[in-house]
């Protein structure tokens, strides 16, 4: 079975960036839906952002013009662009592809 691959979370201070890359560790012949979820101690794993395969995003009302979703094709990889960080930002972030998950990485703002 396909697994998914996470990678780029890192301690950041607020106001920082931060890129995460998502990969898949076999091929996946056809592809729907792609996203990024997060989940921060206590809560619920919450939607960020998704990107259909055409590349028609959407986002989360708390990242709206802070995080941007991206994705190439050929080979599949998901990426999402952070700006402006917030503590509020912490959590683990999960990719998602067609309903697979990955192991997640980790996101801490702080100073």
């Known amino acids: 079975q396909v697994q998914l691959v996470e990678s780029g979370g890192d301690l950041v201070q607020p106001g920082g960036s931060l890129r995460l890359s998502c990969a898949p560790s076999?091929?996946?012949?056809?592809?729907?839906?792609m996203g990024w979820y997060r989940q921060a101690p206590g809560k619920q794993r919450e939607m960020v952002a998704r990107?259909?395969?055409?590349?028609?995003?959407t986002y989360a009302d708390s990242v709206k013009g802070r995080f941007t979703i991206s994705r190439d094709m050929a080979p599949l990889r998901v990426y999402l662009g952070m700006t402006s960080l917030r503590p509020e930002d912490t959590a683990v972030y999960f990719c998602?592809?067609?309903?697979?998950w990955g192991q997640g990485t980790q996101v801490t703002v702080s100073s």
């Open positions: 998602n592809i067609d309903n697979v």
């Open positions: 076999g091929r996946i012949d056809r592809v729907y839906n």
């Open positions: 990107i259909t395969a055409a590349g028609w995003p």
